[in-house]
């Protein structure tokens, strides 16, 4: 196995506790739901125990997943199956926009400014709303960039291009830029190394392919889902999220063909082997260009 992906593996398993679940989520997400949805509980124990996790904390996640509303299982003769419930589903289609897809560039101009008055559902509005992308001006006062993510009463606030630098004020006030740009960072600081081996041509094996492509979007996940994407003219210049997708996007157009031969060969679901990716997944960061051709060992 290339050096880059015990270190890699190695810096996944400081992180305490271990959240087996959270990683088959990234799995399926990644790799599975493009092909199909289903896969065996025999080629996620492969898949899992090359990121060195036993058989039976993968057990313990899915049950949980299950639990949860996430994840459906049923059996064939001895063998189980896994696939997303339309909850999941529902759920993966956002998270998969905001991963793969290009974000907004252009600002239109305007603001969408949300008074909570009902303190009842306000808590419960409020995370809704965060993780739909608004900020948060106040206790009852949030602030969206773009089109509205939620019918509703809200007022449009419109400004002109003179009052771009009080609207990067409003930005820097609605959203912790800083935390969030700190996870840019520390994403391109672990996987710039990563881009250095492949740009050297370093040896992969199919499966080495795999796992540091569900690594990379595992980790640009977590920095990429707390971003509410504004576009470019409100944020700092430069600005790391950008580096860290144009990072992501490279690695990952690298590793796609040696990473998709191995689920070629070892991915079952319960009619055989996986079907063939759909069309949307040709689209994941479609403006990045591979380092280089990968050499698989």
Same mark, same amino acid.
């Given at each position: 196995?290339?050096?880059?992906?015990?270190?890699?593996?190695?810096?996944?398993?400081?992180?305490?506790?271990?959240? @087996?679940?959270?990683?088959?989520?990234?799995?399926?997400?990644?790799?599975?739901?493009?092909?199909?949805?289903?896969?065996?509980?025999?080629?996620?124990?492969?898949?899992?125990?090359?990121?060195?996790?036993?058989?039976?904390?993968?057990?313990?996640?899915?049950?949980?997943?299950? +639990?949860?509303?996430?994840?459906?299982?049923?059996?064939?003769? &001895?063998?189980?199956?896994?696939?997303?419930?339309?909850?999941?589903?529902?759920?993966?289609?956002?998270?998969?926009?905001?991963?793969?897809?290009?974000?907004?560039?252009?600002?239109?101009?305007?603001?969408?400014?949300?008074?909570?008055?009902?303190?009842?559902?306000?808590?419960?509005? &409020?995370?809704?709303?965060? +993780?739909?992308?608004?900020?948060?001006?106040?206790?009852?006062?949030?602030?969206?960039?773009?089109?509205?993510?939620?019918?509703?009463?809200?007022?449009?606030?419109?400004?002109?291009?003179?009052?771009?630098?009080?609207?990067?004020?409003?930005?820097?006030?609605?959203?912790?830029?800083?935390?969030?740009? +700190?996870?840019?960072?520390?994403?391109?600081?672990?996987?710039?190394?990563?881009?250095? +081996?492949?740009?050297?041509?370093?040896?992969?094996?199919?499966?080495? @392919?795999?796992?540091?492509?569900?690594?990379?979007?595992?980790?640009?996940?977590?920095?990429?889902?707390?971003?509410?994407?504004?576009?470019?003219?409100?944020?700092?210049?430069?600005?790391?999220?950008?580096?860290?997708?144009?990072?992501?996007?490279?690695?990952?157009?690298?590793?796609?063909?040696?990473?998709?031969?191995?689920?070629?060969?070892?991915?079952?679901?319960?009619?055989?082997?996986?079907?063939?990716?759909?069309?949307?997944?040709?689209?994941?960061?479609?403006?990045?260009?591979?380092?280089?051709?990968?050499?698989?060992?």
């Amino acid at each position: 196995m290339a050096a880059v992906v015990e270190a890699l593996l190695d810096r996944f398993h400081e992180r305490t506790p271990i959240r @087996a679940g959270s990683l088959i989520v990234t799995v399926f997400g990644d790799a599975v739901v493009p092909r199909g949805g289903v896969l065996s509980l025999a080629s996620l124990h492969e898949i899992m125990r090359a990121f060195r996790i036993s058989d039976t904390l993968v057990r313990t996640a899915l049950s949980r997943l299950v +639990a949860e509303g996430w994840f459906e299982r049923w059996k064939v003769g &001895r063998n189980s199956y896994y696939r997303l419930t339309p909850q999941g589903q529902e759920a993966f289609a956002e998270a998969t926009r905001r991963i793969y897809a290009d974000p907004p560039h252009e600002w239109h101009g305007s603001f969408d400014l949300l008074l909570l008055e009902n303190p009842q559902d306000r808590n419960a509005l &409020r995370g809704e709303l965060s +993780a739909a992308g608004y900020g948060t001006l106040g206790p009852d006062l949030l602030m969206g960039a773009g089109p509205a993510a939620r019918t509703g009463p809200f007022l449009r606030l419109a400004a002109t291009p003179a009052d771009l630098p009080t609207a990067r004020r409003l930005v820097e006030k609605a959203w912790p830029l800083a935390e969030i740009e +700190a996870r840019y960072r520390r994403f391109i600081d672990t996987y710039a190394g990563t881009l250095g +081996a492949l740009e050297r041509g370093a040896g992969f094996t199919s499966l080495d @392919a795999l796992l540091v492509r569900i690594l990379l979007i595992h980790d640009y996940r977590r920095a990429v889902l707390k971003d509410p994407l504004l576009p470019s003219r409100l944020l700092p210049r430069p600005w790391a999220g950008t580096g860290a997708r144009a990072l992501c996007g490279t690695i990952y157009r690298t590793l796609l063909p040696a990473a998709e031969r191995w689920i070629d060969t070892h991915a079952q679901n319960d009619l055989g082997p996986l079907p063939a990716v759909d069309e949307t997944f040709r689209q994941r960061f479609a403006a990045a260009e591979p380092a280089a051709e990968l050499r698989i060992g």
